[in-house]
Nanobody, 116 residues
């Protein structure tokens, strides 16, 4: 079955950096676009970044452009989210997502807290 497992979250000071990872299994990872979403307490889940199957095209939410970078290593079945210049408003649970054969799959999430 399709599984997505995130890691890399934690507590970081404002201005700091984190790199999130998401490992996919149970599907042909290299054939599917991948997404990172986040959900802050009391807010709706929002799309943060997307990357196509080959990694050739990426998209970012305006709130993270210039600070976050999505990338992937298909031979490792892994997608990354490099987060720099973190702000308190980036605090959220971050989720990996993919649409596989018409169905959306989600990981369990990894918590990011940006606070001094």
């Amino acid at each position: 079955q399709v599984q997505l497992v995130e890691s890399g979250g934690g507590l970081v000071n404002p201005g700091g950096s984190l790199r999130l990872s998401c490992v996919g299994s149970g599907f042909i990872f290299r054939n599917f676009a991948m997404n990172w979403y986040r959900q802050a307490p009391g807010k709706e889940r929002e799309l943060v970044a997307s990357i196509t199957d080959t990694g050739g095209t990426t998209h970012y939410a305006d709130s993270v452009k210039g600070r976050f970078t999505i990338s992937r290593e298909n031979y490792k079945a892994t997608v990354y989210l490099q987060m720099n210049s973190l702000k308190p408003e980036d605090t959220a649970m971050y989720y990996c997502n993919s649409l596989v054969s018409g169905r959306g799959y989600w990981g369990q999430g990894t918590q990011v807290v940006v606070s001094s």
